[in-house]
């Protein structure tokens, strides 16, 4: 089974608790104004690869311990088929190796939609955070970009390790933004407030440095 992925990146600790394998997917129909990773939109097959190959570096990257993987993109729920089978893949990998990591997935499509088309995946997740990005709304709460989009807790794990976030305010995470350097590249990975990036756009501009590229526009 092949899956387009935009990038995945270990730890990330600012998208669910603790640290965290984070697979960002490739493709998105929805495209939310002002979205700050429209990089992943567009449909791109050579960013395709299998899902065996992609736990293959799960299980790398994770050997020094981790508690949990947070699938964002992008719009997972466009490729139903490859995130099925990559939730199947890391829930074998759970019982094989008897760990109890959980799974945290994002969708920018509205819970019923899902529940309506996707039951099947649901099932397959400890967490989702549902519902379209809309940038007239604030951001109140932890691990989410608008206040319309709830922390659902789909399994006995989720419950467990998550229900002091359902309603948990933005402040309470200790930090909402990280920083990787990939060669030429930068990568931020979190949810930055409301006119973060422009900001950050700014003052590069400022200090005589240009980005060529950046995510939040096309």
Excluded at 80 to 98: D, G, N, Q, V
Excluded at 164 to 186: L, N, S
Excluded at 193 to 198: K, P, S, Y
């Amino acid at each position: 089974m092949k899956i387009a992925i935009n990038k995945a990146h270990f730890p990330v600790t600012v998208l669910g608790p603790g640290r965290r394998i984070g697979i960002w997917l490739q493709g998105c129909r929805i495209a939310c104004k002002g979205c700050v990773s429209q990089d992943t939109w567009a449909n791109d097959a050579s960013k395709q690869m299998t899902v065996a190959q992609l736990l293959s570096w799960c299980r790398q990257v994770a050997a020094a311990g981790f508690d949990g993987v947070t699938i964002s993109g992008g719009e997972p729920f466009d490729q139903p088929a490859a995130l099925s089978a990559l939730l199947a893949a890391l829930a074998h990998w759970r019982s094989e190796a008897k760990l109890d990591f959980d799974v945290l997935c994002y969708s920018g499509y509205p819970l019923a939609t899902l529940q309506k088309k996707h039951a099947k995946i649901l099932n397959q997740l400890d967490a989702l955070i549902p519902e379209p990005f809309i940038e007239t709304q604030p951001l109140t709460q932890a691990w989410r970009g608008s206040a319309n989009q709830p922390l659902v807790l789909m399994s006995d794990r989720g419950r467990a390790r998550m229900q002091a976030y359902v309603d948990a305010p933005i402040d309470a995470q200790d930090k909402r933004i990280q920083t990787m350097i990939d060669g030429e590249r930068i990568w931020y990975v979190g949810i930055p407030a409301r006119g973060d990036m422009q900001a950050l756009d700014a003052l590069c501009t400022e200090r005589g440095m240009a980005f060529e590229k950046v995510s939040w526009r096309q």
